[in-house]
């Protein structure tokens, strides 16, 4: 009695056991059989022929390993883990200063402007940064990369802003004599003219004797003022811009530029799209794309990489049909592009898309994109 009972319970845990498994590996015993076997777990012998092909047409050996799958076992159903509830914050969280870049999860209602503005970059630039924005709209729960300008918080708890260049105003002085200034290599009179807040018609006025080009090392006339020689701190210099002498458009590129403008005229007034490169909406970089295909020529993607596709002129030497450039995020790197439609002395009108009123044609007189400019490129060979 006492040995049924214990051979009732070995046998209960043993198939417990085997019925917790999702595959049964069966060892085959003396006298047992696929029909057999098949009873003995409520299967049908067709079904262990299909786990088992390599079982069909040979004689079932003594220990032979058949394998069949538990219809009773039942995956443990795991819990969806509790989602944390997301933090409401008004400034994106502190990261280590040495980390390039911060991840923003999307909540409602947040929008391309909303963040750029949050994080004082550009919404095209949000978009070069997160390429997926350029085939899909904004959602809800998207995690997107930024720039990381976050102030740290040190073990004091005491807010310390990241380390920054700060950029010496040029001094004035006000006295009865004039101000000097001893040009420097590749320096320009509009260059000049642009750093002492001064006209290139007002520098040729003080300077008659100045009729073409600038000698290196002549002492300019700016202004009436101080009689000591002024020199631009180098600090204060910008990254000069490489340029080469390029000759005057030929008559058939000249053609080819009335051609891009017309082209692009034609979507005066289309709104701004994100990674738009068709007329349901541009990004800069994409009217010039879709210009220059009309006679196609394959320009690069983005802004940042059509600034190094054909050759940097100098400013002068725009005519119709270049590419300008400018920085209009406040770092200094290139993220805007348009297309020169008129050079008027040493003003250049461009047409681009601008976030704000779609396809335009604006001027580098205007105070907005004179501060901002950058380079002017030769792309018609």
């Given at each position: 009695m006492h040995f049924f009972k214990f051979f009732s319970v070995v046998l209960l845990l043993s198939c417990g056991s085997v019925f917790g498994q999702k595959i049964i590996k069966h060892k085959v015993k003396s006298g047992e059989s696929i029909y057999s076997i098949a009873r003995q777990y409520d299967v049908t012998e067709k079904e262990i022929y299909e786990w088992n092909p390599k079982l069909k047409g040979k004689v079932l050996g003594l220990k032979t390993i058949v394998e069949i799958q538990n219809k009773k076992f039942k995956e443990e159903e795991k819990k969806p883990k509790e989602k944390k509830k997301e933090e409401v914050v008004i400034v994106p969280a502190l990261t280590s200063s040495n980390e390039p870049y911060i991840i923003h999860t999307v909540s409602a209602k947040e929008t391309l402007y909303s963040l750029s503005k949050q994080y004082g970059i550009s919404m095209e630039e949000i978009c070069e940064l997160n390429p997926e924005l350029k085939t899909g709209n904004l959602k809800k729960g998207a995690k997107l990369k930024f720039p990381n300008t976050i102030k740290i918080v040190d073990?004091?708890?005491?807010?310390?802003?990241?380390?920054?260049?700060?950029?010496?105003?040029?001094?004035?002085?006000?006295?009865?004599?004039?101000?000097?200034?001893?040009?420097?290599?590749?320096?320009?009179?509009?260059?000049?003219?642009?750093?002492?807040?001064?006209?290139?018609?007002?520098?040729?006025?003080?300077?008659?004797?100045?009729?073409?080009?600038?000698?290196?090392?002549?002492?300019?006339?700016?202004?009436?003022?101080?009689?000591?020689?002024?020199?631009?701190?180098?600090?204060i210099e910008e990254t000069p811009v490489k340029t080469v002498e390029v000759a005057p458009l030929s008559m058939e590129n000249m053609s080819k530029a009335d051609f891009l403008i017309a082209k692009a005229s034609q979507h005066l007034g289309t709104r701004y799209r994100s990674g738009g490169t068709s007329p349901g909406g541009f990004d800069c970089s994409g009217l010039m794309i879709?210009?220059?295909?009309?006679?196609?020529?394959?320009?690069?993607?983005?802004?940042?990489?059509?600034?190094?596709?054909?050759?940097?002129?100098?400013?002068?030497?725009?005519?119709?049909?270049?590419?300008?450039?400018?920085?209009?995020?406040?770092?200094?790197?290139?993220?805007?592009?348009?297309?020169?439609?008129?050079?008027?002395?040493?003003?250049?009108?461009?047409?681009?898309?601008?976030?704000?009123?779609?396809?335009?044609?604006?001027?580098?007189?205007?105070?907005?994109?004179?501060?901002?400019?950058?380079k002017v490129n030769r792309v018609l060979e």
């Open positions: 073990t004091n708890d005491q807010i310390k802003a990241p380390k920054s260049v700060v950029i010496p105003e040029p001094i004035e002085t006000v006295s009865t004599t004039n101000v000097i200034h001893k040009v420097q290599p590749k320096e320009t009179l509009y260059r000049i003219s642009k750093k002492y807040g001064v006209s290139v018609s007002e520098l040729q006025r003080l300077n008659p004797t100045v009729t073409s080009g600038l000698p290196v090392g002549f002492d300019l006339v700016v202004k009436k003022g101080s009689s000591q020689v002024v020199e631009t701190p180098k600090a879709a210009t220059f295909q009309e006679i196609e020529m394959k320009l690069p993607r983005t802004s940042r990489e059509q600034s190094n596709y054909g050759v940097s002129i100098d400013r002068s030497q725009a005519q119709k049909g270049d590419l300008i450039f400018f920085t209009t995020n406040g770092r200094g790197n290139i993220n805007h592009v348009g297309m020169v439609t008129e050079v008027i002395g040493d003003e250049i009108k461009f047409i681009h898309s601008s976030i704000q009123a779609g396809v335009i044609i604006s001027s580098t007189k205007e105070d907005y994109y004179a501060k901002r400019f950058v």
